[in-house]
């Protein structure tokens, strides 16, 4: 079964940092692409980082650039995205979801997709 977890979520102040946690299985991240995704409400979700399984190579949107970083530890089966500098328009839900094939910024080729986690950016 391939499963994703999601956590580390929460409410921060403009300014402050979080670091989101995507928890799987080796066999995912040996074989899978891992992305982080984000929906707000009343938006479409979007791509805001993927890491590769091939080379580990990263990509981050342009609205991100700078202030995330995705990485991997595959000794604890888990890839963070790491925010800081938390502006009132990252609150969304977060997502981590899986595909082989490499990364991509299509939401719908990704079949595996965790719960999500909730940032909340608030003054």
């Known amino acids: 079964q391939l499963q994703l977890v999601e956590s580390g979520g929460g409410l921060v102040q403009p300014g402050g940092s979080l670091r989101l946690s995507c928890v799987t299985s080796?066999?995912?991240?040996?074989?899978?692409?891992i992305g982080w995704f984000r929906q707000a409400p009343g938006k479409e979700r979007e791509g805001v980082s993927c890491v590769s399984n091939s080379d580990g190579s990263t990509s981050y949107a342009d609205s991100v650039k700078g202030r995330f970083t995705i990485s991997r530890d595959n000794g604890k089966n888990t890839v963070y995205l790491q925010i800081n500098s938390l502006k009132l328009e990252d609150t969304a839900v977060y997502y981590c979801a899986a595909r082989r094939n490499g990364c991509s910024w299509n939401r719908q080729v990704y079949p595996y997709w965790g719960q999500g986690t909730q940032v909340t950016v608030s003054s």
């Open positions: 080796r066999i995912i991240l040996d074989n899978y692409a």
